[in-house]
């Protein structure tokens, strides 16, 4: 087991289920400044400690030590979809949010992954939590655009193309509605 491996999968699961250190100390009964040291690096985590890890986040030791399956285009490929479903340019929708426009892009090209501050304001404005942007892809449960922003009341579909399909529907409705308007000044 590399040391580091299991501090990152501790951070992705506190990320994932909402915990800060503060809180992950309270159900752990372990103290703030030793997961610090672990999710920095300066110490290995005890086998003790570990158990007690697995139990606090209901995974198995092997879950918590084996190498991170980063899936960053995953995460590209959610945000991507959910700014898309609710309608919104990447300018758009980082003005929203308070980023660069050039984060956006680089977040669903999936060239860099957004920090944990960036995650939450992403999981809060489409609804959903971090786990949900972070892991798999956006299923037809998790996110309803139209409630958040502006836009579409129809939900994003688990599969890629059904997405596709929808984005160009509602863009040739959105062209022919401004045709109609465009021929209606003109009369």
């Known amino acids: 087991m590399h040391k580091n491996y299991a501090a990152r999968n501790l951070e992705r699961l506190m990320r994932e289920r909402g915990y800060t250190q503060l809180t992950l100390a309270k159900n752990a009964g372990i103290s703030r400044a030793q997961i610090s040291k672990w999710l920095n690096g300066h110490y290995g985590i005890s086998a003790n400690s570990l158990n007690t890890l697995c139990n606090v986040f209901d995974v198995s030791i092997s879950e918590l030590t084996a190498e991170p399956q980063e899936a960053p ?11 898309r479903a609710a309608r919104l340019t990447q300018e758009e929708f980082a003005e929203r949010i308070g980023v660069p426009d050039s984060s956006i ?50 939900k994003i579909a688990a599969d890629p193309i059904k997405n596709e399909l929808l984005l160009i529907k509602r863009q040739l409705s959105d062209l022919t509605q401004m045709v109609q308007e465009l021929l209606s000044r003109e009369q």
Do not use: M
């Open 105 to 154: 892009s680089a977040w669903e090209r999936g060239t860099i992954t957004p920090s944990e501050p960036d995650l939450e304001k992403l999981a809060n404005a489409f609804e959903i939590n971090v786990g949900q942007l972070t892991r798999g892809r956006l299923s037809l449960t998790d996110h309803q655009t139209g409630s958040h922003f502006e836009g579409g009341e129809e």
């Open 73 to 83: 285009l995953d995460i590209g490929l959610n945000i991507k979809t959910a700014r």
